[in-house]
């Protein structure tokens, strides 16, 4: 069974920082893009990161570009998100979420809530 | 950027109802679209990729169509358990982008 677990949200001060974990199991974590998606509460979702199955192509959205550092350890099934300089503007639910070439993302985490607030 | 425009954004309709979500692009996708159900609290799920692909799993009421910048999704009978709110996803190329979705709520 496919599981992907987040972890490392919580509650941070702006211009504070966070360090989102992923752990993947159920699948060969080393042949799969895998992205990070977050929905603001109440709000609909937003993409944020991808990266390549070897970790050589990634792509930020621009509200986030400069600030947070996607990376993966594929021999350790993880995926994680390194977000600084964090603005309230980025509290939401982070889902770590798999993507299938051509075929969108197929799962998704639980999520893992980020508050970001004095 | 390939801005998106899904709509409507809320649908009031009955159990029985034959329900059409439609989701346009500001440029081609060929077919490199995504539909997806979030119901609150839980994280989305996969109902249609590739415009018109029907995920494992996935109750065969559900179905997508189009290509290019024009797309649908339509619920032929709904059921309870279909009130949600419902996402368009491009993954043609980067940013990726959603919809701002559509809530399905009970008339």
């Known amino acids: 069974e496919v599981q992907l677990v987040e972890s490392g949200g919580g509650l941070v001060q702006p211009g504070g920082s966070l360090r989102l974990s992923c752990a993947a199991s159920g699948f060969t974590f080393s042949s799969y893009e895998m992205n990070w998606v977050r929905q603001a509460p109440g709000k609909g979702l937003e993409w944020v990161s991808y990266i390549s199955s070897s970790g050589s192509t990634i792509y930020y959205a621009d509200s986030v570009k400069g600030r947070f550092t996607i990376s993966r350890d594929n021999a350790k099934n993880s995926l994680y998100l390194q977000m600084n300089s964090l603005r309230a503007e980025d509290t939401a639910v982070y889902y770590c979420?798999?993507?299938?070439?051509?075929?969108?993302?197929?799962?998704w985490g639980q999520g893992t809530l980020v508050t970001v607030s004095s | 950027v390939i801005w998106m425009t899904q709509s409507p954004s809320l649908l009031s309709a009955s159990t029985g109802d034959r329900v059409i979500i439609s989701c346009r692009m500001s440029?081609?996708?060929?077919?490199?679209l995504a539909w997806y159900q979030q119901k609150p609290g839980k994280a989305p799920e996969l109902l249609i990729y590739a415009a018109s692909t029907l995920q494992s799993g996935v109750p065969s009421r559900f179905s997508g169509s189009g290509s290019g910048t024009d797309f649908t999704l339509t619920i032929s009978c709904l059921q309870s358990e279909d009130f949600a709110t419902y996402y368009c996803?491009?993954?043609?190329?980067?940013?990726?982008?959603f919809g701002q979705g559509t809530k399905v709520e009970i008339k």
């Open positions: 440029q081609g996708i060929s077919s490199y």
């Open positions: 996803q491009q993954y043609y190329s980067f940013p990726q982008t």
């Open positions: 979420a798999r993507e299938v070439a051509a075929a969108g993302i197929d799962y």
